[in-house]
């Protein structure tokens, strides 16, 4: 699980966040949202142990982050893609698994990798990819981790309507096939209620959490559910929320 106390940011001159407090149980998915500059990246950025609190603390399954880190119980999508430009794409999943230590799953791997729609790209290197396959293998290798606890800034961000569906129905399974604890940040309302169990909604400068809004929708979520009333409920008041309307 994850569990942010009283979590302030702040850079030399600029308060991030302020005041967070969230909890994220064992298995769940929790996405958060809001306008740019509200302080998401950083927020993830804390929880994964790459920015240090003001004050506040952060603990991930009872670790601080670093731990976490060194036991490779969080896997990291950034917002850009940071893949290594001389390793194909198949060692780019491949290699923080063995960096970690943790037993090979080439099969997995190529599996994950054909998955995202890059079979026939296991050999190229980044180079040779577009931005959104770049971000597709980045996912990949995520999963591949197999870490407990995975941090999302806005994967799909680069990617077309169509993989970024087909991408979110992948990120999902995997979640519901392992119970991953998930924090995803989207700054697309829809994905933000379709992907998740909790939907957090953070505003201002410094950020601050406004609201939370439960999504207690049945899964596997499908269109039937998109076209539903309850699903546009939600979303009408994740809108709400996030113009400061009352909900
Ligand atoms: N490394 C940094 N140094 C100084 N200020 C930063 C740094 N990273 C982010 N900020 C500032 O912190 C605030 C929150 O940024 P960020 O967490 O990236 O927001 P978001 O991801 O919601 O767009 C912004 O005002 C941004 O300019
Ligand atoms: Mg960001």
Redesign the pocket.
Known sequence: MIAVEDLTVA????V??EGIDLSVDAGRFVTVI??????????L?AVGGLETPTRGRVRVDGDPPERAQQRANVGFVF?RHTLLPWKTALENVTFLRRLAGKPPDPDGARDLLERAGLAGFADARPAALSGGMRQRVAIARALHLGADVLLM?EPFGELDELTRETMGLEVRRVWRGERKTVLF?THSVPEAVLLGDRCVV?RG?P?RIVDSIDVDLPRPRDRDVLESDPFQERVAAVRAALSGGAT
Request: with cysteine; hydrophobic share 25%.
């Open positions: 850079y030399e001159d600029v991030a966040v809001g306008p740019s500059g509200c302080g998401k990246t950083t927020l950025r917002q800034d940040v953070v400068s950020g």
